[in-house]
């Protein structure tokens, strides 16, 4: 569901076209003044700012300059003046429309969906989302083959990558070397070949700051093999 934003100090204007956007499913929020407002611009997970120009405190026009330094949302203008020159100044600090009071709140409806379609093809928001796997402080993107431990990007190996997202795709279940080395190396172990996964063992559990004897992820069962907690 699409979250939008409504910066209007009209309490009666804003709780309509909080309203209207309602019935059309997406989720909104209010504020009725424009620090508020630009707080929660910036800070706030939104798909789309409604923003109106006149308002106490920081104005629609510093909000959207703001905005469009970290961000780039959909914005729709909105003022009662019909000046041109608000117009060109609103869509020259990046608004994406400018709508002139009165409007209907269909019309706005309207708007927020063309705006909302547009910004997903530019942006690829509506393609399928990456496929991630998070544990604690691991989180493995396994489309970009990333990982990250506690936020940092850490450098993985292909064969450790694949070991590693093996076992957290399937945790609580134990593998013994035989198994893994069958799974990722997509052959029988001969002779030392288990030795193999082993070493891989030791290194991810280096990069996962996993090494303790009580490990967070990788848990040696011994005398059979390997569990991801």
């Given at each position: 569901m699409s979250k939008i934003l409504i910066v209007e100090d009209e309490e009666s204007i804003a709780e309509l076209e909080r309203d209207y956007l309602k019935i059309s499913g997406y989720d909104v929020d209010i504020c009725a003044n424009g620090d508020e407002g630009l707080y929660?611009?910036?800070?706030?997970?939104?798909?789309?700012?409604?923003?109106?120009?006149?308002?106490?405190?920081?104005?629609?026009?510093?909000?959207?300059?703001?905005?469009?330094?970290?961000?780039?949302?959909?914005?729709?203008?909105?003022?009662?003046?019909?000046?041109?020159?608000?117009?060109?100044?609103?869509?020259?600090?990046?608004?994406?429309?400018?709508?002139?009071?009165?409007?209907?709140?269909?019309?706005?409806?309207?708007?927020?969906?063309?705006?909302?379609?547009?910004?997903?093809?530019?942006?690829?928001?509506?393609?399928?989302?990456?496929?991630?796997?998070?544990?604690?402080?691991?989180?493995?993107?396994?489309?970009?083959?990333?990982i990250w431990v506690d936020g940092v990007e850490k450098p993985f190996t292909a064969k450790e990558f694949d070991l590693l997202t093996f076992l957290a795709m399937h945790p609580n279940h134990v593998y013994s070397k035989a198994d893994l080395f069958r799974e990722i190396w997509d052959m029988e172990s001969v002779g030392d070949d288990v030795a193999t996964v082993t070493v891989h063992i030791k290194k991810i559990r280096e990069k996962l700051d996993d090494t303790t004897s009580d490990s967070k992820y990788i848990e040696t069962i011994w005398g059979v093999g390997y569990r991801f907690k």
């Open positions: 929660k611009a910036l800070k706030g997970d939104y798909d789309l700012v409604v923003l109106d120009i006149m308002l106490p405190g920081t104005d629609g026009f510093e909000i959207c300059r703001r905005l469009r330094e970290e961000k780039e949302v959909p914005v729709i203008m909105v003022s009662a003046r019909k000046d041109d020159i608000d117009k060109i100044r609103g869509l020259g600090l990046g608004a994406d429309d400018y709508m002139t009071k009165p409007f209907s709140p269909g019309e706005l409806v309207a708007r927020v969906k063309a705006h909302l379609a547009r910004y997903d093809r530019l942006t690829g928001a509506g393609k399928q989302a990456n496929d991630i796997i998070e544990v604690g402080g691991l989180k493995i993107d396994r489309t970009a083959r990333k």
